[in-house]
């Protein structure tokens, strides 16, 4: 795997690490559970996860599928996820409201939604991996609040958006007291 695949994946695994430890942290039966009227539920997250995963997903396949056949191999230097877009997934004083096609319908148990995500993860890895070694840093796609990102950025935006998550789940089991 090209270098710059593994900084991003690796990044990427230890996020899904993190968060399904903090999953793991919420007993199972506390899962579906809002821990009050105006916020989600640990699965109702994971849901969230999964359906941006899903969204993220479709536009990296369909860059990588509308530019590989053109693409040299990777020889530039990776251009990380800009320090302010860091900064903002990080953010969690600051509240923000998922788009309408992200939210959640919380009709999934916590393990169904969890078996979408990593389902939409393995599409990613899928994708991606079929064109390691590629120049990806070269293949861009739009995102509609933080601009063009490069396939690597996108990447690490998934394991920034994971990271943000983690911690609303952290907070979610420590409001419920487990």
């Given at each position: 795997m090209h270098p710059h695949?593994?900084?991003?994946?690796?990044?990427?695994?230890r996020a899904r690490a993190a968060l399904r430890a903090a999953v793991d942290r919420v007993p199972s039966d506390a899962r579906e559970v809002r821990p009050a009227p105006d916020r989600w539920s640990a699965a109702e997250v994971v849901e969230h996860l999964s359906i941006v995963e899903r969204i993220f997903g479709e536009r990296i396949e369909k860059a990588i599928q509308d530019r590989a056949?053109?693409?040299?191999?990777?020889?530039?230097?990776?251009?990380k996820l800009p320090d302010p877009i860091e900064a903002r997934m990080a953010d969690r004083v600051?509240?923000?409201n998922a788009v309408e096609a992200a939210l959640p319908t919380g009709t999934l148990t916590c393990e169904a939604a969890w078996a979408a995500?990593?389902?939409?993860?393995e599409r990613v890895s899928a994708a991606v991996g079929a064109a390691d070694g590629l120049a990806l840093g070269e293949v861009t796609v739009d995102h509609p609040f933080f601009g063009t990102l490069t396939i690597y950025q996108w990447i690490e935006l998934m394991?920034?958006?994971?990271?943000?998550?983690t911690e609303q789940i952290q907070e979610i089991a420590a409001?419920?007291?487990?």
């Amino acid at each position: 795997m090209h270098p710059h695949l593994e900084n991003v994946f690796s990044r990427l695994d230890r996020a899904r690490a993190a968060l399904r430890a903090a999953v793991d942290r919420v007993p199972s039966d506390a899962r579906e559970v809002r821990p009050a009227p105006d916020r989600w539920s640990a699965a109702e997250v994971v849901e969230h996860l999964s359906i941006v995963e899903r969204i993220f997903g479709e536009r990296i396949e369909k860059a990588i599928q509308d530019r590989a056949a053109g693409l040299d191999r990777e020889g530039a230097d990776r251009a990380k996820l800009p320090d302010p877009i860091e900064a903002r997934m990080a953010d969690r004083v600051n509240k923000r409201n998922a788009v309408e096609a992200a939210l959640p319908t919380g009709t999934l148990t916590c393990e169904a939604a969890w078996a979408a995500f990593a389902k939409g993860h393995e599409r990613v890895s899928a994708a991606v991996g079929a064109a390691d070694g590629l120049a990806l840093g070269e293949v861009t796609v739009d995102h509609p609040f933080f601009g063009t990102l490069t396939i690597y950025q996108w990447i690490e935006l998934m394991a920034a958006h994971e990271g943000r998550h983690t911690e609303q789940i952290q907070e979610i089991a420590a409001s419920l007291a487990v």
